[in-house]
């Protein structure tokens, strides 16, 4: 199975400030048939299911604030989050979706506000 | 406004069965895969089950293989996981979560019902 790795664990970050939270694959997520990236983030607040706010490593789905940023390709990735606000507390996951399946997540990043 | 409905969790005892049901509505059913993540206390997401839009093509994890089910009613625009022989490990929440046919990222969520396996 795809193993995915995220880093840092938790971070805490000062309103107003930036986020960085980097996710490693184990194996190449880059379709060369159609040149993209397999790979999606999510967000899940205290008590609330995942919501997807990154698919394709770097779109944005429809309503997500432009704060939030996919990077990278291949085996790393990046979401930014930028002029961090209080709303943005929460654990980020990464997920690919290579197939075959299973489409497995990272471990979570816990953000926290500084 | 797209919604998705958990139901039929609840406690049972370790080699146990739940049929757990997802109602959806708010988009077409029949056009989408849909899919089952579980969240075990305090543990990363772990994507479970998935079943295309026409039902021709199920998908499952290996640690799931064999006891669990994924089914879908298009008329009723309902998906379901039969659960057989459930186990302490299976312990977690259980989301329905909708993708498309070969893009499985999920871009709509339910709010989760209980599982809880244990004697």
């Known amino acids: 199975d795809v193993v995915m790795t995220q880093s840092p664990d938790s971070l805490a970050v000062s309103l107003g400030e930036r986020a960085t939270i980097n996710c490693k694959s184990s194996?190449?997520?880059?379709?060369?048939?159609?040149?993209?990236?397999?790979l999606a983030w999510y967000q899940q607040k205290a008590g609330q299911p995942p919501k997807l706010l990154i698919y394709?490593?770097?779109t944005r789905e429809s309503g997500v604030p432009d704060r939030f940023s996919g990077s990278g390709s291949g085996t790393d990735f990046t979401l930014t989050i930028n002029n961090l606000q209080a709303e943005d507390v929460a654990v980020y996951y990464c997920?690919?979706?290579?197939?075959?399946?299973?489409?497995?997540f990272g471990q979570g990043t816990k953000l926290e506000i500084k | 406004e797209v919604q998705l409905l958990e139901s039929g969790g609840g406690l049972v005892q370790p080699g146990g069965s739940l049929r757990l049901s997802c109602v959806v509505s708010?988009?077409?059913?029949?056009?989408?895969?849909m899919n089952w993540v579980r969240q075990a206390p305090g543990k990363r997401l772990e994507w479970v089950s998935g079943?295309?839009?026409?039902?021709?093509?199920?998908y499952y994890a290996d640690s799931v293989k064999g006891r669990f089910t994924i089914s879908r009613d298009n008329l009723k625009n309902t998906v379901f996981l039969q659960m057989n022989s459930l186990r302490a490990e299976d312990t977690a929440v259980y989301y329905c979560?909708?993708?498309?046919?070969?893009?499985?990222?999920?871009?709509?969520w339910g709010q989760g019902t209980l599982v809880t396996v244990s004697s």
């Open positions: 079943i295309s839009d026409a039902s021709d093509r199920t």
């Open positions: 194996r190449n997520l880059l379709y060369s048939s159609n040149n993209k990236d397999y």
């Open positions: 997920q690919h979706y290579y197939f075959p399946p299973p489409f497995t």
């Open positions: 394709w490593a770097s």
């Open positions: 708010g988009f077409t059913f029949s056009n989408y895969a």
């Open positions: 979560a909708k993708s498309l046919n070969w893009e499985f990222y999920f871009d709509s």
